[in-house]
């Protein structure tokens, strides 16, 4: 019994909104445990929902759809759902007075056009709309095919898929078991090279494992389907264990950690604080940290010393290194560190100087050169060059030196 989702709306496929009722009931449908493998994008075109439709009858048993359930000439899901099963649309009573009544209390002046969203094909069931005048329907046109409608706004979504699909889907024995995820998320190793250490549970069936990659990050998902959530976590737990195993200092948290939050974690473990030196980062290393609640406790500051003047004056960087090496180099980055651990009074400091571009680049020290600095509580230095790439914008460039400082003082901290 598989569900599959179609969302109606030209402004969708224009990318003029965002589709977050899709993320929505996806989100909703997994915790139901209810198989969803399909989702469809669609315009206000009635041959073209018949098109995605006959798709969906073919392959899914519940087919949710969200959006054109408005009243004006573009809004033609019911229309067109109707026409497809070759079903009259008859005017519901209770649902024109419902609509009549809104307006009423709203002060506002009904138009005839209002009157198309008391329209649902016979035999339905009206799903209610308590806040919009934009009801949905409850529909079996053929044996083992339910489809449910819903308006795009996503508010009255919500209220009616909680209040009435939920209870009403329970009633018809679906929802009876959960699907729960959990995401093991990785720094310093590439996804190809992560799948290969772990391909071996790619091919599990319950729980799956499947990967996913974001800039510089690895995730693995891993979900289960079960009676409860603790029963599909006590399915998840054992394969993520053995993935951990494998993965060692690359595994670095699990759903919502992130680097800055791990780090923070290891920091107040061990009773140790924390500065930053930034250039080409201008404060989003210290953004990061600061962005966990509770930062406080180990973050002590940072300086954005962006010009080789201010690396001077504020840090102590030797002029005559910098005239000698540049600001992008290995003994500015380590004078950097050292600058900033001594004027906070840390335990640690961090330095970021690099060539973020897209100008300013050259051959020996090319868009996308990085150096991080990393002052330890014993007095050493370490230094880590990075080379990003010129392709990468720079956005992209400063967002992966941050993280990577973040890296390098994790795995420090793990004494790694």
Known sequence: MTAEIICVGT?????????????????????????????????????????????????SHLIIFTGGLG????????????????????ERPEVLQDITEKFAQRRRQMTAN?????????????????????????????????????PGVPSELYQMWQQTAVPYLHSQGWGQ???????????GIGEST??????????????????YAAAGEVRLRLSARADSEAAAIALI?????????????????????????????????????VAVAESCT??????????????????????????NAAKVRQLGVSPEVLAQQGAVSEPVAKQMALGVKALAGTDWGISITGIAGPDGGTEQKPVGLVYIGLARPDGGVDIFDYRFGQERDRATIRDLSACH??????RQLLGL
């Open 11 to 59: 402004e969708l496929l224009l990318g003029e909104i965002l589709n977050s009722n899709a993320q929505f009931l996806a989100g909703e449908l997994a915790r139901l445990g209810i198989p969803h493998y399909f989702q469809t994008v669609v315009g206000d075109n009635i041959e073209r929902i018949h098109q995605v439709l006959a798709l969906a009858v073919g392959r």
């Open 71 to 90: 009243p004006t000439p573009d809004d033609l899901t019911t229309e067109a759902i109707a026409q497809f099963f070759n079903t009259p649309l008859t």
């Open 282 to 307: 201008g404060g989003g290393l210290g953004a990061m940290l600061t962005a966990a609640p509770g930062s406080s406790a180990y973050f002590y500051g940072g300086v954005i010393t962006y010009a």
């Open 177 to 187: 078991q959960v699907i729960h995820s959990q995401v093991l998320r990785f720094w």
């Open 194 to 211: 992560l799948a290969t250490k772990v391909a071996d549970f790619f091919t599990l069936t319950n729980p799956t494992v499947a990967p």
């Open 237 to 273: 737990e054992p394969v993520a264990a053995q993935i951990r195993t494998i993965a060692g200092a690359d595994y670095f948290g699990q759903d919502e950690a992130t680097l800055a939050t791990v780090v923070g974690d290891l920091l107040k473990a061990r009773d140790h604080t």
């Open 114 to 150: 209002n009157r198309k969203q008391a329209l649902l094909p016979q035999g339905a069931q009206v799903l209610p709309n308590a806040t919009g005048t934009a009801p949905g329907l409850i529909w079996e046109p053929q044996p083992g095919v339910t489809i449910l409608t819903f």
């Open 405 to 410: 400082a973040l890296d390098r003082l994790r």
